[in-house]
């Protein structure tokens, strides 16, 4: 699995070539985002995750998605413009990609096969009910800024759901536990 994840071609938001075997030996923290969201204040969060925890050997890894809502129109120029401006985003963004559906990226279907389930996704499911929002298959993304965490051999070791914030001490334990292993 660890093998299948870090060989699926991905591409940064510059444009450029990548994989996940980029950050081969790292902690990864990979979350689909989205700046028209009412969860985008997540940014802040995740960077200051990022800064406090890089040099542990931590990686957030944002990948834009459009999927819900329509909530990522922009362009990846857009995108990259406003995680500058408004959030000082440093982690690394990768271009924007469909993580539900019939056209969902690679990646996205091996996290959510490797980890069906998510952390904390039963009140947040809740919430979109009352929205009239469902989603069909449980195991999909259900919305922005899902978190799925990959130990530093590339395997999925757990998801959280979209809420559950980088401060949450749940996605904080279970991250500092991976920070503390060898690679």
Request: glycine share 8%; proline share 5%.
């Amino acid at each position: 699995m660890s093998n299948a994840l870090y060989d699926i071609p991905l591409t940064q938001i510059d444009g450029s070539a990548a994989s996940l075997g980029d950050y081969r030996g790292k902690v990864l923290l990979v979350v689909n985002v989205a700046s028209k969201c009412g969860l985008t204040p997540q940014y802040e969060g995740l960077e200051k995750l990022y800064q406090g925890k890089k040099s542990q050997g931590l990686e957030v890894l944002g990948f834009p998605a459009n999927n819900f809502r329509e909530q990522e129109p922009g362009s990846d120029a857009e995108i990259v413009e406003f995680c500058s401006t408004t959030y000082d985003v440093h982690f690394p963004l990768f271009s924007k990609i469909s993580v539900v559906g019939a056209d969902r990226h690679a990646l996205y279907s091996e996290l959510t096969t490797s980890q069906p389930e998510a952390i904390g996704d039963g009140p947040f499911r809740e919430r979109l009910k009352g929205y009239g929002i469902e989603s069909v298959n449980t195991s999909d993304v259900l919305w922005n800024f899902e978190k799925f965490l990959i130990d530093r051999q590339g395997k999925v070791v757990a998801r959280f759901a979209p809420d559950v914030a980088a401060e949450d001490p749940r996605l904080l334990a279970a991250l500092d536990t991976q920070l503390a292993k060898e690679a």
